[in-house]
């Protein structure tokens, strides 16, 4: 299985800020990455996906990057509402795997 | 505007099975395939499989593939995920997930399935 790992695994920070999380993957995929937002006892929501492009609805404050094992997920200008624990997942090869989670608190 | 509506939550003694259904409204049911993804905080989340609502194929993660079985009934745009031989360790919140052109685009509300004896 392909291992992703994301760092760090939590994150303070203050309104305003940008903030990158990284991801990590065990093998080449490519691009087949996507990013979620998930807030407490609220299914995951998608932002990213092919690594870089939004999904519809998502805000130009999130961005992706990245290509082969290295993937970067950057936040721009921090509101509140962003305060979340964010995953990221390879969808190269089955099974599909998960980074085990950055959560972004406020500082 | 696309929506899944899942299931309630369900307690199973050890080696029971459940089952998860998922209702999709605002889109073509059978045009997208339907994920199941599981959430626990000893695994985080889990990918279990996907099924094609147009004809039924499946393709089911290893880790679950002598207990998971993958449905659908296209009458009522449903999508059903059922595990057997239930273990203490598959206590978790199962999520639907419908994979748009190029990733999953939207998730179910969540079923907390608890294994307790």
């Known amino acids: 299985d392909i291992q992703m790992t994301q760092s760090p695994s939590s994150l303070s920070a203050s309104v305003g800020d940008r903030v990158t999380i990284t991801c990590r993957a065990s093998?080449?995929?490519?691009?087949?990455v996507a990013w979620f937002q998930q807030k407490p006892g609220k299914a995951p929501k998608s932002l990213i996906y092919?690594?870089?492009t939004l999904q519809s609805g998502v805000p130009s404050k999130f961005s992706g990057s990245g290509s082969g094992t290295d993937f970067t997920l950057t936040i721009s200008s921090l509101q509140p509402e962003d305060f979340a624990t964010y995953y990221c997942?390879?969808?190269?090869?089955?099974?599909?795997?998960f980074g085990q989670g950055t959560k972004l608190e406020i500082k | 505007q696309v929506q899944l509506v899942q299931s309630g939550a369900e307690v199973k003694k050890p080696g029971a099975s459940v089952k998860v259904s998922c209702k999709a409204s605002g889109y073509t049911f059978t045009g997208y395939y339907i994920h199941w993804v599981r959430q626990s905080p000893e695994q985080g989340l889990e990918w279990m499989g996907w099924?094609?609502?147009?004809?039924?194929?499946?393709t089911y993660a290893q880790k679950f593939q002598d207990r998971v079985t993958m449905t659908r009934d296209t009458s009522i745009s449903t999508a059903y995920v059922e595990l057997t031989s239930l273990r203490s360790d598959d206590t978790a919140v199962y999520y639907c997930?419908?994979?748009?052109?190029?990733?999953?685009?939207?998730w179910g509300q969540g079923t907390l399935v608890t294994v307790s004896s």
């Open positions: 092919t690594a870089s």
């Open positions: 997942q390879q969808y190269k090869s089955y099974p599909y795997t």
């Open positions: 099924i094609n609502p147009n004809n039924g194929g499946t």
């Open positions: 997930a419908k994979w748009g052109h190029l990733g999953l685009d939207s």
């Open positions: 093998q080449d995929i490519s691009n087949y």
